[in-house]
């Protein structure tokens, strides 16, 4: 190995030496990364990360952890430290091992493999809405809140809004429960709220409710799959509310599966692995590689958009991720370059185990090299779609990091 690293360095140096005199052809990132490996890169078929077994990332240092936030090597949150607070926006938990094996697209995950259940967690405290009606739901004058259901299209009961003209009803969330990671002590934090409705539109607003709406400016929320969403918003005051309600007309609306996410997590909401070369088995080298995961829905889990949410016992299943996204992106040597190297995909789960794999084609990884002593690349794993952020969990098992010297065979 030190043979070929002061090879490597020698040829780095003479190539560099070349490109003084033909700076407009040569292309000098290559020059210090030759084509010259040895035979251990040859086989695609090692996984440089077997080492690193998944576990569950540490705690919020005021709960009691030492480990540093960016500790390379280690399976972390990409969260932990910077949302504010110590509350557990995901989780990972052990969940067994598969069980029996699985075989699919000449690739087999093993019976023996441990499982991991990954959740970005609904922070609802009462998403089903089953139970009697939280304190936090709250209307003014003639308007109303209300449990209803169940009925042949609702998910069990749901909470009914009637809002007559100059009226609104809604919720507050101030109030302790509500919302799990009390917002109300976190006045810059921003929140999403997505929930299922069988109706077609929901006119609202996020406002100071000790000044009467007018509703000239209400909003409409996004509708998409039966899932509602609305404009992301903060708990800024002991008067913020949810208002539903419409100028010059009654609206009645119906809401159930509340999913509440802090929004300006954004890409912080992952799980990441962080690697120094030396961190793998081979030492890691620039090229291509391929990082790949097994997941599946929990068995306890089903969509928020299931058909099978309508039936009992099925009302209070917990949330299962559609999709999920794999992340490959470069960390270190970013001179002269305005955004790292990223490939990243987003990946239909479903009820059987897949092996989600994501490749670099049409690109590299080309700006570091094995004696580099900081973190060069980030593995990354997202519950949700990278474009769409909604709670909810997936198995996870055998995470891989292969490496194709000559490129993808297939």
Request: charged share 20%; glycine share 8%; hydrophobic share 40%.
């Amino acid at each position: 190995m030190g043979m070929r690293r002061r090879s490597r360095a020698i040829i780095a140096i003479s190539a560099s030496l070349s490109c003084l005199t033909a700076l407009s052809s040569c292309d000098w990132i290559s020059s210090l990364f030759p084509e010259s490996f040895g035979p251990e890169y040859d086989d695609t078929t090692t996984n440089y990360i077997a080492a690193h077994s998944l576990s569950a990332p540490p705690l919020a240092s005021d709960q009691g952890s030492t480990i540093g936030l960016d500790s390379p090597a280690i399976w972390d949150w990409a969260w932990r430290g910077v949302s504010g607070n110590s509350f557990q926006y995901m989780t990972l938990a052990d969940e067994g091992t598969v069980g029996t094996a699985v075989a699919s697209g000449g690739y087999t995950l093993a019976a023996d493999e441990n499982v991991w259940r990954l959740e970005l967690v609904n922070l609802a405290g009462d998403p089903y809405l089953e139970g009697a009606p939280h304190a936090a739901w709250d209307s003014i004058g003639s308007a109303s809140t209300a449990q209803s259901g169940p009925n042949t299209s609702s998910h069990g009961q749901f909470i009914r809004l009637d809002a007559p003209d100059g009226d609104w009803a809604g919720f507050d969330p101030n109030e302790t429960g509500f919302i799990l990671d009390a917002p109300a002590s976190m006045p810059t934090a921003r929140y999403s709220l997505k929930a299922f409705s069988t109706v077609s539109s929901i006119r609202y607003i996020f406002g100071d409710s000790s000044v009467a709406p007018s509703f000239d400016d209400v909003s409409p929320s996004t509708l998409s799959a039966s899932r509602h969403e609305f404009d992301v918003f903060s708990v800024e005051s002991a008067f913020t509310r949810f208002m539903t309600g419409t100028p010059g007309a009654t609206q009645t609306v119906n809401l159930d599966d509340l999913r509440f996410t802090r929004s300006d997590l954004g890409e912080g909401a992952r799980l990441r692995l962080i690697l120094r070369p030396s961190d793998t088995v081979p030492t890691l080298v620039a090229g291509q590689y391929e990082f790949s995961v097994w997941a599946r829905w929990p068995d306890d889990a089903l969509p928020y958009d299931s058909t099978s949410r309508t039936l009992a016992p099925n009302f209070e299943k917990p949330f299962a991720a559609k999709r999920l996204t794999l992340r490959i992106m470069q960390t270190g040597f970013l001179v002269d370059r305005d955004t790292p190297v990223k490939f990243q995909e987003s990946f239909s789960v479903g009820s059987g185990w897949t092996r989600l794999a994501l490749r670099m084609d049409g690109g590299n990884l080309d700006r570091f090299d094995e004696s580099s002593s900081e973190a060069v690349i980030e593995l990354a794993i997202f519950p949700y779609d990278d474009q769409d952020m909604d709670c909810g969990s997936a198995l996870i098992a055998a995470p891989s990091l292969r490496f194709f010297k000559d490129g993808y065979p297939d």
